[in-house]
């Protein structure tokens, strides 16, 4: 699957801006992260970023988290992908799923999904709401102070870790990648 059939699949199933607009921040950040850890897969880890919460609007998940990721596997395979890789990456995302990490693109999904939403809420608190104006240094004060952006999963992002990579290296990724889709992101 190239990123032009995802993006197509993505489409399908997501309507929501909020989400699709997600999908886009961690698709970045994967692609980023990619070109550190995994640089001959960089679209591949882009495509798991997009497509990491395809069932998003497709399933039930706030009533019953463990729906999250398996869901968008059923889709998948209703589309036709055939790919174990990409289906364990979506559902790794979600540990509450029953799928726990266990390679560097699965940590990397894992870390790189509430790292997205994270900076985002940083990016808002600012005046004129662009990327732009984050600063690494306010990212990581955000960080500490638990009570902002409270549903950002700090332990996933700290994730990042078993790559190899660094909570600064995330947000440093995250910052760079994100910056450079602003205008897509709604944060330019």
Not at 74 to 84: M, S
Not at 114 to 127: E, L, R, T
Not at 165 to 185: F, K, T, Y
């Amino acid at each position: 699957m190239n990123r032009e059939q995802a993006h197509d699949i993505l489409m399908k199933y997501m309507k929501g801006d909020n989400y699709i607009t997600h999908s886009y921040a961690v698709e970045a950040i994967m692609k980023g992260l990619a070109k550190r850890l995994a640089p001959d897969e960089v679209e591949y880890w882009g495509i798991v970023g997009l497509l990491h919460d395809l069932d998003e609007e497709q399933c039930d998940w706030k009533n019953d988290i463990s729906v999250h990721g398996p869901t968008s596997v059923e889709i998948l395979k209703k589309e036709g992908i055939d790919d174990p890789v990409l289906f364990d990456a979506i559902k790794s995302h979600n540990p509450k799923c029953g799928m726990k990490a266990k390679t560097k693109l699965q940590y990397a999904v894992l870390a790189a999904d509430p790292m997205s939403g994270f900076v985002k809420a940083v990016a808002q608190i600012y005046p004129d709401k662009k990327i732009a104006s984050v600063k690494h240094k306010s990212v990581m004060k955000r960080f500490n102070e638990m009570r902002f952006a409270a549903g950002a999963n700090r332990d996933y992002m700290e994730m990042i870790e078993f790559t190899g990579l660094s909570l600064d290296d995330l947000i440093d990724v995250a910052l760079e990648e994100m910056g450079a889709i602003a205008d897509v992101l709604g944060l330019a």
